[in-house]
């Protein structure tokens, strides 16, 4: 049986302070021992929010990494920072990440090595754009993307990864994927997690929906068999995320 899980992604919000401000805000309300809590917070943030969530059983990520260990790269975060600072998982292959940064499934597939050498949790993400879906390739390249991700990562560390499908036309539009599009493609997902790994690893990976989850959807989305919970972004920065992590009390 796989734990539901629900991390916020907060993106490039939040000052130090105000994070703060939320975190202890959201804290005693996201108290659900059926779900993993994960807060993904800008770098900045890591540490003063890793202090507020002490003693409470949030988990806090990283939005991104680099994939090299130390040295002159102006800029980046290394691994041995996330870890030192109290990080559990990190965001890989956002959607934004690949759009605005340009990273590729090479650079995305050394960044998921790096993290689970230093024990970090990758949250891989992959997703199509709208015009993949509306020109029916969205299966294919999300295979392709999966494939690229997880190239020479072995079944051991496989399992210990986290995927999250979050179809690009679905992020922060407010037009939500309907349970069975997500459903469809994180089956698909996690056949093709079989195919590569057997049905061990497909069985227990988490494999997540993000796009525009909200409180009103949550429950019909993680309801679905092959939706282990949701990443989710607008709605992680309001109390509302309490909702989402409590989906199966309202
Ligand atoms: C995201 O960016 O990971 C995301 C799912 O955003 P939103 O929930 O705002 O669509």
Not at 34 to 55: E, H, L, M, R, T
Request: hydrophobic share 40%.
């Amino acid at each position: 049986m796989r734990r539901k899980m629900v991390a916020g992604n907060w993106k490039m919000n939040m000052t130090p302070s105000q994070a703060v401000k939320l975190a202890g805000d959201l804290m005693p309300l996201v108290d659900n021992e059926d779900v993993d809590v994960v807060f993904c917070v800008p770098a900045i943030d890591i540490v003063p929010v890793v202090n507020v969530v002490k003693g409470s059983n949030i988990l806090i990520g990283a939005e991104d990494m680099y994939y090299e260990e130390k040295g002159a790269y102006t800029g980046e975060v290394s691994p041995e920072m996330l870890v030192d600072a109290g990080v559990k998982y990190v965001i890989i292959g956002h959607s934004e990440r690949r759009e605005y940064f340009k990273e590729d499934d090479t650079i995305i597939n050394k960044k998921i090595h790096k993290a689970l050498q230093y024990n970090i949790v990758p949250i891989v993400c992959c997703g199509e754009s709208l015009e993949q879906r509306e020109t029916g390739v969205t299966l294919d390249f999300i295979k392709k993307q999966i494939s690229g991700a997880f190239k020479h990562i072995s079944p051991e560390q496989a399992i210990k990864c986290v995927i999250a499908y979050e179809p690009i036309w679905a992020i922060g539009t407010g037009r939500v994927a309907t349970s069975e599009q997500a459903q469809e493609v994180c089956k698909a997902i996690r056949d093709n997690i079989r195919n590569i790994y057997g049905p061990v690893v497909a069985e227990q990976i988490r494999i997540l929906y993000g796009g525009s989850v909200n409180a009103a959807n949550a429950a019909e989305i993680f309801a679905q068999d092959d939706i282990d919970g949701g990443l989710v972004g607008g709605a992680s920065l309001k109390l509302e995320f309490a909702k989402i992590v409590n989906y199966d009390r309202m």
